[in-house]
């Protein structure tokens, strides 16, 4: 496959045989997001989603003790995750992905304001660690050689912090930051408009796929939410 070439099967590593499929829903008519959502919510707890489902490993949201320095070390590792995102669809190694560019949600810039608004505070920045290293290193290698499992990974980065992640932020700057509201949960435009756009793009992304595809990249779905919570838990380091 040309790395600037079409999603194709090739690209689906091959069924092994040694577990069965997960089952997953059914098509709804409203589009492959609607499946990536409906299993997103099942690794969601109901203190992080309203239709969560999972029971919470750790202390609830409300029972967080976050410092400024984890804090920081949080907001590091997403600007390189986020960082890394944008590279990836600028670079384009599969030309779908160019559909995810300058789409609004992007956080690079926005992580940028705020290190530096804690620098000015006279807090040193750290450099990225151990989760945010490791899950930009997976990205750039997964998104050369598998197009299907790297759009969940997009996805659920982006929407994630739409949602939850918000929340989190809220939650962190009433116990540490006065209730000040970080650029990282700002977005320039209307954010609901924003999401269905790029639901849209999604959509229209996937529409090609055959069913196995879509079944590998909803796979996927764990490996991310185990990145992502990795660089999480680094707010109560």
Known sequence: MSQAGKMTAAAVPPMTG????KRYPRESGKGFVDEMRTVAMKLHTR???KHGEKEPEGPPLA???PTILGYLKFLVDSKLVFDTLEEIVQKAAFIEYAEFRNTGLERSESLAKDLEWFK???HTVPDPSSPGVSYATFLHELSEKDPYAFVCHFYNIYF????????IGKKVAEKILNKKQLEFYK??????QLLQNVRDKLNRVAESWTREEKNHCLEETEKSFKFSGDILRLILS
Do not use: I, V
């Not at 040694?18 to 499929?21: A, I």
């Open 63 to 65: 029972q967080w003790e």
């Open 18 to 21: 040694e577990k069965p499929s």
């Open 47 to 49: 203190d992080q989603a």
């Open 160 to 167: 994630a912090h739409t949602a939850g992640g918000r929340m």
């Open 187 to 192: 977005w320039d435009g209307d954010l609901p």
């Open 120 to 122: 000015e505070l006279g």
